[in-house]
């Protein structure tokens, strides 16, 4: 009898022990993954991928960590974990995405393919994919060696990967199909300066244009640089008082160089913390000769390129009017705007939600299942959103 008393107190207490592991492992309806039991289905089934990171301090006595989050077509979740990388990004290839952390990229397509890198990064500005020569790339805001100002660039693809330096502080970057225009600023001249950075074998820095300002003190960028045919867009803010900011659109002619400047949203009586975007690198895009942005409480302007007219075209619903911040984000890709949303009363609590440019229409939304399991069994301080895209 108390052998059978035993061996019965035995199962039970290692049924326990499976549930905690298992719960551990799989909250709500996540699944962890690893590059040895990756497989293609899971780019083939992901709607979404979610980018969070610990922060620059946690790498730097080698405890990040990253998670990427891979967001099914029925709704759930798969997790792959990497170090860490604030401000690290995704950048979505032809057929491939790439990840990064601070010592390393992943380049996932039917497998994942790992490759370390020489210096290791600790803030990432944007990670990228250059169409025409079909080669990856990632910025990063390295930092000072000895009085001057780095930032790295890691370049390649499925092949193999090559490390370069610009000497340049940047503020500001975009994507064009063979360039990536980035905005530096010089402390010491006063000046924000257009440039472009080129990849093929090597990484090439091509001076355009220094901006039109009598000063950069106040200057802010809550924006990524846009391009179309003929020319750039570079939002810049101009912070006027405590609660009060300007912003406007620089517009560079590719050929001709001329600047002008146009007045685009003012903010008066604000907190200026709400309005800053979810995420510079995703708050604008171009669609249909207008330039998009939305700002931090949920508000949509247009920029008519041809018209030169400003307009408020929609708002999203249900914004908090407050700095307040739950790993939310936006992304723009075609005629909609993605935003990734959290509501504490939801049982899931995050959801994704899909608006129409074309008439400011909810057009989708479905709740993320497992990503707030996640996020509250992972038990990790300074964990934070920093890109979101979109692949179908």
């Known amino acids: 009898m108390k052998t059978k008393i035993l061996v019965i107190i035995t199962l039970v207490a290692l049924t326990l022990l499976a549930a905690i592991f298992f719960v551990k492992d799989n909250p709500g309806e996540s699944a962890r993954i690893s590059p040895k039991s990756f497989d293609a289905d899971t780019i083939e089934k992901t709607k979404a991928v979610i980018y969070l990171s610990t922060t620059a301090d946690k790498d730097y006595s080698n405890n990040g960590i990253s998670y990427n989050v891979f967001v099914q077509d029925d709704h759930t979740t798969k997790i792959l974990e990497m170090g860490g990388l604030e401000r690290g990004g995704i950048a979505l290839g ?201 700002d931090g409480i949920g508000d949509v302007y247009s920029f008519d390129l041809n018209e030169l007219k400003v307009l408020k075209e929609f708002s999203l619903k249900n914004i908090a009017a407050s700095s307040t911040r739950y790993n939310e984000e936006t992304y723009f890709k075609d005629e909609n705007l993605y935003v990734l949303r959290y509501d504490e009363k939801k049982k899931e609590h995050y959801y994704l939600e899909t608006y129409s440019l074309k008439n400011g229409d909810l057009v989708d939304s479905f709740d993320i299942l497992g990503l707030h399991e996640l996020l509250k069994s992972s038990n990790i301080n300074g964990l934070y959103s920093y890109d979101l895209k979109i692949l179908k």
């Not at 610009?166 to 000046?191: C, F, N, R, W």
């Not at 355009?208 to 179309?228: K, Y």
């Not at 050929?255 to 949203?265: A, C, S």
């Open 94 to 294: 032809e057929s491939e995405i790439l990840l990064e952390d601070k010592d390393s990229l992943s380049v996932v397509g039917e497998e994942i393919k790992e490759f370390e890198t020489t210096t290791p990064q600790f803030t990432g500005e944007r990670a990228g994919y250059l169409t025409n020569q079909q080669i990856f790339f990632s910025i990063y805001n390295s930092g000072f060696r000895g009085e001057d100002y780095f930032s790295d660039v890691r370049y390649g693809d499925s092949s193999g990967f090559k490390e370069g330096t610009i000497p340049h502080y940047i503020v500001s970057t975009g994507l064009e199909k063979d360039s990536v225009p980035i905005l530096t600023q010089d402390l010491d001249a006063d000046e924000l300066n257009l440039k472009e950075l080129s990849i093929n074998d090597e990484i090439m820095i091509k001076d355009i244009v220094r901006l039109n300002l009598s000063t950069t003190e106040n200057i802010q960028t809550p924006a990524p640089i846009l391009a179309d045919e003929n020319n750039y867009y570079i939002i810049l803010s101009v912070l006027k008082d405590e609660t009060s900011k300007s912003l406007s659109i620089y517009r560079v002619n590719k050929k001709t160089l001329h600047q002008d400047v146009f007045e685009f949203i003012d903010y008066n009586n604000v907190e200026l913390a709400a309005i800053k975007p979810y995420n510079t690198n995703n708050s604008a895009a171009i669609y249909k000769s207008k330039l998009y942005y939305v």
